[in-house]
């Protein structure tokens, strides 16, 4: 009764280790990639006067005209990209739904997608739904958990289309320098691959300069820049993303928004409206505590015996369990058992995620205290058997 495409997809080893953190009491979870901090008031202020004012309609497919103009401001200002309001910017139910619109309007059956690992779980499985092959790349502790040009160079073949980027990157918190872009955008033009740039993270960059590859020479018009407000304004449940891009490709985009999702929340549109136009201020203070957050959290990690490497961006740290002889998901259940922690199996993130741990650290900072004490200990027990 399934397609058969559908039913070799597996369901979300994140969720699927929910369900059972849900079921316990008392836990102290690093799993969920959700801010801790409530959205802003007066961004929340703009959704409730948005609602009084008896604003409930329907909107333009694109997205409020005043919010796509906002977003391009935005964009100007921060990513030094300029995008036209009027057919360049799609705004779409979370980066999930651009995502999905953008692979959907650019991969033909059989059509290769090359995209890094570990990696956010959606990829793979929306290649997938697409009729499109997915290509993992691996990416290393060692060179930072970047994407490494010349692994691209060895991965591309006649099929390959589109090569998405994630950087700062769920689940490793890695990223890349200006060198290495400008290396991986001359493979993609030589090579006529199409960029999917999901730089959700972007803001959340802890080390240096964030640099988006659709700002390059000659990039804009092969990359297809998707962003939001969920991490950086700690918007998550609004449901508020968009994509920008060439027009023709936005244009094929929104024809698919139109026949399944129609158009994003207006009450969700009203609120990212206010975010963008004067929640900045607020993002930066979000973003010094998790810069504060993330040196304690591997610290602590380092200290107990975890490797783990400093983060350059997202709230994410990734430390390696091998030293316990334990995989993955075996440290994360006894962990959960034993200590009442918990954090992501590095296996959930694809092959190469095995031997890792995903540990968010966008939670309070006594939570956190607490949490690496009980890490600590759970690890200590294990060294003494």
């Not at 796509?68 to 200002?77: E, G, H």
């Not at 990223?175 to 001359?186: D, V």
């Not at 009203?270 to 136009?277: F, G, K, Y």
């Not at 009442?340 to 590095?346: E, K, L, T």
Request: net charge negative; aromatic share 8%; glycine share 6%.
């Amino acid at each position: 009764m399934i397609a058969r495409h559908i039913a070799t997809i597996p369901r979300s080893g994140i969720r699927d280790y929910f369900e059972l953190v849900q079921s316990m009491d008392d836990v102290i979870s690093l799993g969920v990639g959700e801010p801790d901090f409530t959205t802003p008031w007066h961004i929340r202020e703009a959704a409730i006067y948005a609602l009084e004012r008896g604003r409930t309609s329907y909107t333009s497919n694109l997205g409020m005209p005043q919010l796509r103009t906002a977003v391009a401001d935005y964009i100007q200002k921060h990513f030094a990209i300029a995008y036209q309001p009027e057919n360049e910017i799609l705004v779409t139910v979370g980066v999930s739904e651009a995502l999905d619109l953008a692979l959907r309007a650019l991969v033909n059956p059989g059509d290769e997608v090359l995209y890094h690992e570990p990696c956010y779980v959606s990829y793979s499985p929306s290649i997938t739904m697409v009729h499109g092959k997915p290509k993992a790349i691996t990416c290393t502790e060692s060179d930072r958990f970047a994407i490494s040009p010349d692994a691209i160079e060895k991965a591309i073949s006649p099929k390959s289309r589109v090569l998405i980027l994630n950087f700062p990157t769920n689940p490793t918190g890695g990223t890349l320098s200006l060198k290495e872009l400008e290396a991986i955008a001359k493979i993609a033009i030589r090579e006529d691959l199409i960029i999917i740039a999901d730089e959700i993270y972007a803001e959340l960059t802890f080390e240096g300069k964030h640099i988006s590859i659709a700002s390059l020479p000659n990039m804009k018009e092969r990359t297809v820049f998707l962003h939001g407000l969920s991490k950086a304004f700690a918007m998550t449940g609004f449901r508020i993303g968009y994509a920008c891009g060439p027009q023709p490709i936005i244009e094929a985009m929104l024809r698919i928004h139109q026949y399944s999702m129609l158009c994003a929340s207006i009450t969700g549109q009203d609120a990212a409206l206010e975010a963008l136009r004067n929640g900045e201020a607020a993002a930066m203070e979000m973003k010094e505590a998790y810069r504060l957050r993330r040196d304690f959290v591997v610290r602590s990690l380092n200290a107990m015996g975890l490797n783990c490497h400093l983060p350059r961006g997202s709230f994410y740290a990734f430390p390696s369990i091998e030293s316990t002889g334990l995989t993955s998901k075996e440290f994360s259940l006894q962990l959960l058992q034993s200590e009442s922690v918990a954090c992501v199996p590095g296996s959930a993130f694809g092959e190469s995620g095995e031997g890792f741990l995903r540990c968010c650290f966008a939670t309070g900072f006594d939570q956190l205290e607490i949490a690496m004490e009980r890490m600590e200990r759970f690890v200590n027990a294990k060294a003494k058997r």
